[in-house]
């Protein structure tokens, strides 16, 4: 199990592991709705390219990676 703490000593150690997660949670998301809403694959892309922004500034507030 990865917990808050877990996941904090990791991107602690490793911040730029903020922005790997960020973009597979993003492409992930993007190729279910791919599937599910029929979207095409370049729509997907830029909602996946997006969303990875917006994951990566709330994964770094929630871990207050800008604040060390």
């Known amino acids: 199990r990865l917990d808050k703490a877990a996941l904090q000593r990791l991107l602690d150690g ?4 903020a922005a790997h997660l960020a973009r597979v949670l993003a492409e992930r998301h993007a190729a279910l709705l791919e599937v599910k809403e029929g979207l095409d694959a370049q729509t997907a892309k830029r ?3 997006r ?3 917006d994951l ?4 770094r507030s929630f871990f207050a990676l800008d604040r060390r």
């Open 14 to 17: 490793r911040p730029e592991l």
């Open 47 to 49: 909602q996946a390219e």
């Open 51 to 53: 969303q990875a922004v």
């Open 56 to 59: 990566l500034a709330h994964i």
